[in-house]
């Protein structure tokens, strides 16, 4: 039987985590879905009023997250843009403790939620693939925050448990070098048996 391996690309907002994907050519975005809803856009009216939309991103992003991790699996390999724990551990909780726009009680049900997803639901995955950069477009507080959590998360081990070995690519250097980083590390990323071993 062929082995399976789940890998989630994850990373600060716009810093390569689609290039990587593109890159290795098997990826599904959510972006797209958290952008159209029926005809109605949460991300954006998120990053206009995170306290009023905040909760509705979330458990949309929870809800597409979910459905990723568990479809039918029909190659040997699949690639994911974020996953359902980058969702609660960095998003989630930055909307809750850095940021303070999401109430309690949202923070609560979510948090409830997902827990209860962790115990019921097999969102394992093999491998993490990590990018640290800072971008320049969205307010740097918000990125500072989002890179933070995500260094204690995947680097520090410190705020909630890694779920799988973790791969640091860097990614703060012009498209062909970022491109041979990927072509270097080609192996570790999609072959099963080496992903075992962690990074």
């Known amino acids: ?32 879905k958290w952008r159209n ?33 568990t479809r039918p699996q029909m190659s040997s390999v699949r690639l994911m843009e974020r996953s359902i724990r980058s969702a609660r551990y960095i998003f989630v909780e930055n909307l809750y403790r850095s940021s303070g726009k999401m109430p309690e009680m949202d923070y609560i049900v979510l948090s409830e939620w997902f827990d209860w997803i962790l115990r019921n639901m097999d969102v394992s995955v093999d491998l993490i693939r990590r990018c640290r950069e800072e971008e320049k477009v969205i307010p740097l507080e918000y990125l500072k925050a989002i890179h933070h959590l995500h260094e204690k998360w995947l680097i520090k081990g410190s705020l909630f448990p890694v779920a799988a070995p973790v791969l640091v690519i ?3 250097h012009h498209m062909e070098k970022i491109l041979e980083l990927f072509e270097q590390n080609w192996d570790r990323i999609l072959t099963p048996e080496n992903q075992k071993h962690g990074p």
């Open 37 to 69: 809803v029926h005809g109605h856009n949460p991300l954006c009216l998120m990053y206009h009023d995170a306290s009023h939309w905040g909760l509705t991103l979330q458990k949309y992003v929870q809800l597409t997250m979910l459905d990723m991790h």
């Open 170 to 172: 860097e990614a703060d």
């Open 1 to 32: 039987m062929t082995s399976l391996a789940m890998i989630c690309v994850e990373g600060n907002i716009a810093r390569g985590k689609t290039t990587c994907l593109e890159f290795l050519s098997k990826a599904t975005d959510p972006m797209s």
